[in-house]
């Protein structure tokens, strides 16, 4: 008997084995065939007046215990700098086409209603010298979103000339007033948010005679912003891959096609969460495996909407003058128990880091049209970087996918080449393993690898072509769990840990750990 006992164990052992094996995937990185630059704008971000997004997330006034600049947190202001976030997104989505800019400047603002979000009061003490206040104490860009629900051209012709007037006409005095003598500059303009939906249930014809008139007549005065430094002006695209979103950015484009001198547009935005089931969404924490694997499985949906819309862009544009402008995506989950519907508020967990390296990736595979992307939102809201608590602050592992992912920012594509293999989980399977490389302004190699296998490690043997390795240094984010996430208590289970590298005879080896985005910097 004992001996049939130990014969079985012994099977079992031999069966189980290899499930623990790490997998092993080759990787071949061609440096001499450079592709298009990843423009920098990708790594954008969503700021909108919705829950704790703006107000204690940015804003707390001048007057706050919590240590400020001018009204602004200190903590997040230096965990955003780390981020070199090229562009923020503001004030909306939907709150931009009920936001009216003269409730937000000088000494008195009023108290307004956000009845997108909450229906809570609007103090309107965070508007616009605040918003450029904030992106010159992180260094960003502006990407405003202009009033095309509710407001009128005329109100978004003088938001501008107020923002950018040099000479002194009566709005430029009103700015100097208000403390800026100086023009802003505007580097992106989005004419509406979600036309279709949230922004006015407007048709694509409807839509396209406002986009006529507002991108005639809402000018940008700043003499700097001329030539290569023009304000790129967003048009509102799809959300979906639905007939009525295919049918929406062939008519815009075509209009494009067609225009006369008097009109322009530089971008078409694309909208795109992930989302299992929008009536009863998944939870943000609290998970398992299942759900992991149908998640990811949703996320990676991107990559054919992006071709979906792509190709379409192509037949009108095929020298991708135009833009395709991911301002909103990321993952949507419930809100968490006890919080305000309204606000939005999820956990964000080691889930999140995998799905935003996965989205990056096929961005940068699309680097030549899409060229500007938002992940929603930037704080406190949805998938965010950072989570407040009144003084408290947190960093969440989506925050720190953005940190390994910067060397990204404007470096130039180089092709990498492998096969994923397959991670199975019920009758989900996904590619187990996920590759971009670039190459930045120095001559340095990048690498980004994603193991999406919560179970398995996969040995990663790269080989370069037009290119030697010297040496590698690299960090990985992964956590326990697939559901692990950041705490104000515990605020470093998902941080990025250095990870070890060996280069021989040219091949350059390294140990992904499960479900883990690794990132890695080779000396050539
Ligand atoms: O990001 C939250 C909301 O989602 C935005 O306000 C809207 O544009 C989209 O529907």
């Not at 998640?295 to 990559?303: G, R, V």
């Not at 680097?367 to 009144?390: G, P, S, W, Y």
Request: include cysteine; glycine fraction near 8%; charge should be neutral.
């Amino acid at each position: 008997m004992r001996k049939r006992l130990v014969v079985f164990a012994l099977l079992i052992v031999i069966v189980t084995a290899p499930l623990t094996l790490a997998q092993k995937v080759q990787l071949a990185v061609d440096v001499s065939r450079p592709g298009p630059k990843i423009d920098r704008n990708i790594f954008g971000q969503f700021a909108e007046h919705l829950g704790k997004g703006v107000y204690e997330g940015i804003w707390v006034g001048p007057d706050s215990k919590i240590p400020n600049t001018r009204g602004m947190r200190n903590d997040v202001i230096a965990a955003l700098k780390s981020l070199k976030v090229p562009n923020i997104r503001w004030p909306g989505g939907c709150f931009a086409d009920e936001y009216h800019w003269r409730k937000g400047i000088g000494p008195k603002r009023a108290e307004t209603l956000n009845p997108n979000w909450g229906g809570v009061i609007e103090p309107n003490t965070f508007g616009t010298h605040e918003f450029m206040d904030f992106l010159d104490q992180i260094g960003a860009e502006a990407y405003l979103s202009i009033n095309v629900g509710s407001g009128t051209p005329q109100e978004a012709a003088e938001w501008l000339e107020y923002l950018t007037a040099s000479q002194p006409t009566t709005l430029a005095k009103e700015r100097a007033a208000n403390g800026h003598p100086a023009p802003y500059k505007i580097a992106y303009l989005g004419v509406g948010n979600e036309s279709w939906d949230c922004g006015g249930n407007m048709t694509v014809d409807y839509y396209l005679s406002q986009l006529k008139i507002y991108s005639r007549f809402v000018r940008n005065f700043n003499p700097a912003q001329s030539g290569n430094q023009q304000m790129l002006k967003i048009a509102v695209g799809p959300g979906g891959d639905e007939p009525r979103f295919i049918e929406w950015t062939e008519a815009v484009m075509k209009a494009w096609q067609d225009r006369k001198w008097s009109w322009d547009m530089q971008g078409l935005s694309l909208h795109n969460y992930t989302v299992v089931h929008w009536d009863d969404k998944f939870a943000s924490v609290g998970f398992g495996e299942t759900e992991y694997a149908q998640f990811l499985k949703s996320t990676l949906e991107m990559d054919a909407l992006i071709n979906k819309h792509s190709a379409i862009m192509d037949r009108y544009d095929p020298q991708k003058k135009i833009a395709l402008v991911v301002d909103e995506w990321g993952s949507w989950y419930k809100p968490l128990p006890g919080t305000n519907s309204g606000f939005l508020v999820q956990q964000n967990s080691l889930r999140d880091a995998v799905l935003a390296a996965l989205n990056l990736n096929i961005f940068i595979r699309h680097a030549e049209r899409v060229r500007m992307a938002n992940i929603a939102q930037m704080i406190n809201v949805l998938q965010a970087m950072i989570m407040t608590d009144k003084e408290k602050m947190v960093l969440t592992p989506s925050y720190y996918i953005y940190k390994m992912y910067v060397p990204f920012q404007d470096a130039t594509f180089v092709p990498v080449t492998f096969n994923a293999g397959a991670y199975t989980h019920g009758d989900v399977s996904l590619p187990r393993v996920d590759a971009v490389g670039a190459r930045d302004a120095s001559g340095k190699l990048w690498l980004a690898i994603t193991n999406l296998d919560p179970n398995q490690s996969v040995e990663i043997e790269t080989t370069l072509t037009g290119s030697t390795g010297k040496s590698a240094v690299g960090e990985t984010l992964t956590a326990p769990k697939v559901d692990s996430v950041n705490t104000f208590d515990a605020p470093n289970t998902v941080v990025p840990r250095r990870v070890s590298t060996s280069i021989q005879a040219g091949r350059l080896t390294l140990k992904l750990e499960p479900k883990s985005v690794t990132v890695i910097s080779v000396e050539q």
